[in-house]
């Protein structure tokens, strides 16, 4: 039987990795991004090529009626769904020391990486159950894609901290309830992955990668995380859920 994952964010940076992989696993996609579908035509005929059904949903996380609408293109399209990739998110539009954030920049950095991420989770979710109580023998899962930011405090970027903390959190007490329902639900934290969100930073870590202090002497590729949601998704971890796995290469230790 087919699989279909929902992937947010899924046509550029460490969503494409994950898009990627899946695609080469055999895996139908479901992917979502706040471009209009013009932008990201020649990334979806990419991914197709791997011989999966790849259909786009574009939409802003952060407005519920887009968010409506991603659900109900997914059910309209596909008819199922298996995994949802919760991957979506915004850096701090402005890096201001924890004592100066605006509200107006809080609010948008939450309303997304949090709120957004939240209330997406919580309709798929249902839908998800939905569907488990007519195939019992399906396989669903969650994965989503916190940060080391979730458990690092860095006095400049105290939005995105608080709201990857808070989908950490959000991972854990979906994890509680839907082990009734057989659905695991996992987290990912990434460290310094190489992706347009990091272009500006990545100098910054430079030093410690050319030194040889990470894995492999270099960056994160959004290709790790890819292989990592799909070895997730392979169920080869019997009996787990909850699972937070760090992929920083042992820079932020
Ligand atoms: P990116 O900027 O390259 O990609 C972000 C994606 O999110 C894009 O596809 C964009 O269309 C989508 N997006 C943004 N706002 C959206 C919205 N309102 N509604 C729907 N889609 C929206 O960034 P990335 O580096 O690939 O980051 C992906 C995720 O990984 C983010 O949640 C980020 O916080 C997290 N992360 C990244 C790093 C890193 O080093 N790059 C490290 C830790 C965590």
Known sequence: MKKVALITGGTRGIGLGIAKKLAE????????????????VEVLEELRKSGVR???FPGNIAEKADRDSILSGVKEKFGTLNYLINNAGVAPRVRADVLDVSEEDYDHLMDINLRGTFFLTQAIAGFLVDQKMGMPDYVFAIVTVTSVSAKLA?????AYCMAKAGLSMMSQ????????????????QP???ETDMTE?????????????????????????????VSALLRGDLPYAT?????LDGGMMV
Do not use: C
């Not at 500006?200 to 960056?219: C, D, P």
């Open 25 to 40: 696993e055999g895996i139908d996609l479901a992917l979502n991004g706040i471009r209009p579908e013009s932008q990201v």
């Open 173 to 188: 007490v979906l994890a509680v309830k839907l082990a009734e329902f057989d659905i695991p639900v996992y987290e990912i």
């Open 191 to 193: 460290g310094v992955i």
């Open 200 to 228: 500006k930073v990545k100098a910054v870590y430079h030093k410690r990668i050319e030194n040889g202090l990470t894995l492999e002497a270099r960056m994160g590729q959004p290709e790790d995380i890819g292989k990592a």
């Open 242 to 246: 909850g699972q937070i796995l760090a």
């Open 54 to 56: 790849v259909e786009y």
């Open 154 to 158: 860095s006095t400049n970027r105290a």
